[in-house]
C-alpha cells in the first residue's frame, strides 16, 4: 500500500466548517480523511484566480472540502469586495495581490506561494464544483502525476460552452494529440490538479487563457503520467467572463505551434485510463 494512501479510519473529527488554523489541523490527524474509503498524508492546495469576483465566491468556497490543506486566492487587481469576502468566508486564507495581468500571470503566483504538495488550480466563476476535487486527489496519490479535468470524457459535461468554442477546443485538442503524441479528450479547461514536483518539469512562461494548455503540452513532453478526470463545467454564476473565443484561440494556436519541435518524442506518455480514478466522483 502506498504511504500516501490508507484506509479512512475514525479519528479526530474535522469540522463541516473551514478550519482556521492550519497547524492545528496538521497536529489533529497525520491522515486527512477524504472519502468513506480513502484518507491522504500529503497536503492539498487550492489556487484559485480571481478578479472581481466577490459575488461568485460564496459558491466557489461553500463546495471546497474541509480537508483541503489551504486556499490561495490570487486577486487580479479587484476593485469589488473580492479579497474581503474571501477573508470572511475562509479566514485563513492566503492572499497573493497579482503583480501583472492574466490568467497564466495569477496562477504562477498563485503556485509560488502554495505550500501543499499537491496543487489544485479551480476557477473563481463558480463553474467548477469543489466536490470534484476528491476525485483529482484520489488520481495523483494513486500514482498520476498530473489529474487533468475533462468536459468530455465520459462523466463529465459542460453548460457553458458555444458551439464555435466547443468546434476550436476538438480542433486544437486533436492539433496538441497529433503533435505531441498525447490522448486528450479536453484541452482548454482550467479544472486540473498536479503534485509540487510538476513544476520543475513545465516552466510556465505565459500569461493569459493559454496557460492551460502550456501546462497540458509540457507535461506530454515531460513524459509525465496524466490521467483525465471527468468534470462538470456549469455556468458563470454572476458577471462576464474575460475569455475571447476567437482572441484565446489564436493565443492558443500560437502556444502549440511555438511548443511544436520537428522531431518526434521518444516515447509515448503514459496515460491512465480515467477508470482507475479511485475516490468519489470518478
Known sequence: MSSFVQPAVPGPSLSSNP??????????????????????????????????????????????????????????????DTVKVARELWPSVTVVEQRGRGKGDALISG??????????????????????????????????DFA??????????????????????????????????ARYT??????????????????????????ETLMNIRVVKAGLKVQEIPSHEHLRIHGASNLRAVRDGLRVLKVILREHRPRRLRSRPAMLPASASLGEGS
Do not use: Q
Open 19 to 80: 478550519p482556521t488554523d492550519r497547524s492545528t489541523v496538521a497536529a489533529a490527524a497525520k491522515f486527512r480523511p477524504i472519502s468513506t474509503h480513502l484518507a491522504i498524508t500529503p497536503p492539498v492546495s487550492v489556487v484559485i484566480p480571481a478578479m472581481n469576483e466577490a459575488e461568485n465566491l460564496p459558491h466557489v468556497f461553500a463546495t471546497l472540502p474541509p480537508w483541503i490543506h489551504e486556499v490561495v486566492l490570487v486577486d487580479g487587481h479587484s476593485t469589488d
Open 111 to 144: 503556485f509560488a506561494a502554495a505550500t501543499g504538495e499537491i496543487i489544485v488550480m479551480v476557477d473563481a466563476d463558480g463553474s467548477a464544483d469543489g466536490s470534484e476535487i476528491v476525485s483529482y486527489v484520489s488520481a495523483l496519490v494513486s500514482g498520476a
Open 148 to 181: 487533468k479535468g475533462s468536459r468530455f470524457a465520459n462523466g463529465g459535461g459542460t453548460d457553458d460552452m458555444t458551439p464555435i468554442r466547443k468546434l476550436g477546443n476538438w480542433v486544437l485538442c486533436a492539433l496538441v494529440n497529433a503533435k505531441f503524441g
Open 186 to 211: 479536453d484541452l482548454c479547461y482550467g479544472y486540473n490538479a498536479f503534485w509540487r514536483h510538476c513544476l520543475d518539469h513545465i516552466a510556465l512562461d505565459c500569461a493569459g487563457f493559454e496557460v
